[in-house]
């Protein structure tokens, strides 16, 4: 059971990180029905594929897990088809946009995956969409069934009580770490050449060279520039705000001029608008660091630096002004753990901080600031963090007063994984369904047939 909640709570994460998949056969076979809803074996084996080309070992027994997992996923599609819940066709198209995107850089470029998948990219995304589609309208369909699940400290106080003594969990040593980033800040004059150069791409389009490979050969978005600038459909949400001005600004086909933003210098081009979705492309060119702008920025680093030791401003308050980490700046500096976004935890397990982050920390005494350390960014820019060790975690046994928020996640989720339980129990009870008897063996699938209604 438990295996099962973890798939049908995860929802076709293999399909999620789905590879190329082969064209389905003209001649198929029916592997499942659910209710009105149909799994062909060559749905099956384009999952497996899929599995396969992430990179796991063969093995016929995971093809039982991978089917109910698409049960999983036919029974909410056909729940969300009878509470009316759906999704929005832009939504779908830029999930389509974002998946083609990514499988286009992992295969090299566009033609290379045509080569691979042995037919257009065009063609491709048809084929995926209703899939996604369906993927999509599943995942909105579970957050619905769990939207009121709350949790008591009762409830979490019971779940911990759960445990024998010798199983709890180890936690292994932990970290609240702040930091202050400091980009170079250039000069217009230090700006100009890279202005120039992308100025001069914008004259390029403007007489008639293709703009996707424009933007293949020069852009430094390595996001977008392997499938020729395309961002795909998006909002009024997701992009800076000098992009999004000029985006929902022009029409189909009018180029842009040049415009700055934090990430460097842009040229966009429209290609579709629809209602509130945008589908454009553009070009980025990164203006570089240079010397001087770096001994500019580490004199105010070491200037920050003296005026939180010497208590003439707090870190919190110097992080909110001064740095230029956005997702820290207003949360007083503190890292937030990325592995587990939703719990917005600043104690991070020491495997999994930044490394370069580790090595200064680890000598800290807790309440120390650093002194400016030099870094390199993602992008490649250089710049000056001023570290603050608020605490240290020696590794221990969980227990409540130190790790409750932590047992508050496991409790919360331990009861949405039985609400889910009980969910699909009910509904599979009610509901037709029919397994190929190749699959008669799958332990995985029993639960799906032993309730059934015929």
């Known amino acids: 059971m438990k295996k099962f909640l973890a798939i049908a709570g995860g929802l076709i994460c293999l399909f999620l990180n789905a590879q190329a998949q082969p064209a389905k056969k003209n001649i198929d076979k029916v592997v499942a029905v659910l209710g009105n809803n149909i799994i062909l074996l060559s749905d099956l084996n384009q999952q497996y594929a899929q599995y396969l080309n992430s990179g796991n070992p063969a093995d016929e027994k995971v093809k039982c897990y991978i089917l109910q997992q698409m049960l999983a996923q036919k029974l909410l599609k056909q729940q969300a ?3 009316s819940i759906t999704v929005e066709e832009a939504q779908v198209d830029e999930e389509v946009d974002k998946r083609m995107r990514m499988q286009i850089q992992r295969a090299g470029g566009q033609e290379r995956l045509e080569q691979f998948l042995n037919r257009s990219v065009l063609q491709y995304k048809d084929e ?8 999509l309208i599943s995942n909105k369909m579970q957050a619905h069934i769990t939207q009121d699940v ?7 106080k019971k779940y911990f009580d759960s445990y024998k003594k010798d199983s709890l969990p180890d936690i292994p040593t932990e970290f609240e770490v702040g930091e202050i980033v400091l980009h170079p800040k250039l000069t217009k004059a230090e700006k100009q050449k890279f202005y120039d150069k992308i100025d001069a791409l914008r004259l390029r389009v403007k007489s008639g060279e293709d703009f996707a490979f424009l933007a293949k050969s020069y852009s430094e978005d390595p996001g977008s520039a392997p499938d020729g600038g395309d961002l795909g459909f998006f909002d009024r949400t997701r992009m800076v705000k000098e992009f999004t001005a000029w985006a929902f600004k022009l029409k189909a086909g009018e180029l842009s001029p040049v415009f700055e933003s934090e990430h460097g210098f842009h040229i966009l081009q429209v290609i579709e608008r629809r209602g509130e979705q945008v589908q454009a492309r553009h070009i980025l060119i990164r203006p570089q660091t240079t010397p001087q702008s770096l001994d500019r920025v580490k004199l105010q680093a070491d200037s920050l630096y003296t005026n939180i030791k010497t208590n003439k401003i707090s870190f919190s308050t110097a992080a909110s002004l001064y740095s230029d980490n956005k997702e820290s700046q207003y949360n007083g500096g503190m890292i937030l753990y990325a592995d587990n976004v939703t719990a917005r935890t600043t104690f991070i397990p020491a495997d999994k901080l930044d490394p370069k982050v580790f090595l200064v920390v680890d000598t800290m005494k807790v309440g120390e600031i650093s002194q400016p350390v030099l870094f390199t960014g993602q992008d490649g820019k250089e710049g000056y963090k001023l570290l603050y060790l608020k605490s240290k ?4 046994k969980g227990n409540l007063e130190q790790d409750y928020a ?7 989720q331990s009861k949405i994984d039985r609400i889910l339980s009980e969910w699909f129990e009910k509904r599979r009870e009610n509901t037709y369904i029919r397994i190929d008897e190749d699959y008669n063996k799958c332990d995985e699938l029993k639960i799906w047939t032993k309730t059934a209604k015929k």
């Open 81 to 83: 088809e009878i509470d």
């Open 128 to 135: 995926i969409r209703p899939d996604l589609k369906e993927q």
């Open 150 to 156: 709350s949790i008591t400290p009762l409830e979490v």
């Open 393 to 396: 975690i020696p590794p221990h």
């Open 406 to 412: 932590k047992f508050k996640e496991r409790a919360q």
